[in-house]
């Protein structure tokens, strides 16, 4: 069985582009000479955070970190594991966590736990795109740059099983079998 995904554009690279420089704007005046350590959730927000670092303007540090839901499929299972962990000390530190979308909000409930028990000096949290019609456990997002309806997206750094990450553009998809 085959099947031809239907892609629509919901935000083209421009729009994207000017997003990221608002959030880098917000960024780069809440921590301008604090030395932060950006930490990127992997895979989904690689190319935000290669964006956004470019569009800020004092030293930072950055780091990834890997996570992975138990049971396979779409949606989250609510148990969440660090596939990859940190190499650099939390601790004391300004940790400014880069996501890519929140969505039932157990990924990074799960990761902002994990992080506040190893007692930075302050944790935020950056996402490039929220789905709050889907939310299980409240999130606080103190960098936000999309609203997004309940539709599943790719592009960007998105992926749908690993597929269309490349895209310059955010887009929904829709799979239709043939
Ligand atoms: P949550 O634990 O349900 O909030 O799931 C968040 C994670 O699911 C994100 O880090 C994404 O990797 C993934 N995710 C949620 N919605 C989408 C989507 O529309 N496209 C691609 N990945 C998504
Ligand atoms: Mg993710």
Redesign the pocket.
């Known amino acids: 069985m085959s099947s031809q995904p239907n892609l629509q554009v919901l935000f083209r690279r421009e729009e994207i582009a000017a997003t990221v420089e608002r959030l880098a704007a917000e960024i780069r005046q809440d921590y301008q000479g604090r030395h932060p350590l950006l930490i990127g959730?992997l895979k989904?927000?690689f190319i935000f955070m290669a964006d956004l670092v470019r569009r800020l303007n004092f030293p930072l540090e950055v780091e990834f970190i890997r996570l992975s839901s138990y049971g396979r499929g779409r949606a989250s299972s609510g148990k969440v594991k660090l596939v990859q962990g940190l190499r650099s000390e939390v601790k004391g530190r300004d940790v400014l966590v880069i996501?890519?979308?929140v969505d039932s909000g157990l990924?990074i409930a799960f990761l902002l736990d994990y992080l506040r028990k190893r007692k930075p000096a302050s944790l935020k949290l950056c996402a490039l795109a929220d789905k709050p019609s889907c939310r299980q456990v409240p999130v606080a997002i103190d960098y936000l740059g999309f609203t997004v309806p309940d539709k599943f997206l790719v592009g960007y750094g998105l992926d749908r099983d690993e597929q269309f990450r490349y895209l310059p553009d955010i887009s929904v998809v829709e799979v239709k079998a043939d």
């Open positions: 959730i989904g927000s996501e890519d979308i990924t």
